[in-house]
């Protein structure tokens, strides 16, 4: 499934819509950088992979931003973890 990720900045998340559910992550800027500190998917949308594609896009953001990444969610620092190509991001 592909999904159209879009970054609400009033609400300080990166947001998805699928079948009137929205999944996000929600994150906070820090200078150079950003933290990402929770990620929600609804449960009508679970086991879709929805919350990878999110990390995939959020690090990716933060890779094309040239900003270090924070990951304080449990699932982005588990998915860092399991793909070790954005281990660059890590803030020192």
């Known amino acids: 499934m592909e999904l159209t990720i879009e970054q609400n900045q009033a609400q300080h998340r990166f947001e998805t819509t699928v079948d009137g559910h929205t999944a996000f992550i929600v994150y906070a800027r820090f200078p150079g950088g950003i933290a990402y500190i929770h990620t929600e998917v609804?449960?009508?949308l679970e086991g879709k992979g929805i919350?990878?594609?999110?990390?995939?896009?959020?690090?990716?953001?933060?890779?094309t931003n040239?900003?270090?990444?924070?990951?304080?969610?449990?699932?982005?620092?588990?998915?860092?973890?399991?793909?070790?190509?954005?281990n660059d991001l890590l803030e020192q």
Not at 51 to 63: E, G
């Open 66 to 86: 040239n900003l270090k990444v924070r990951p304080l969610c449990p699932y982005v620092n588990a998915y860092m973890k399991r793909h070790p190509e954005y």
């Open 51 to 63: 919350a990878s594609q999110m990390a995939k896009y959020v690090l990716d953001y933060a890779r």
């Open 42 to 44: 609804p449960p009508e």
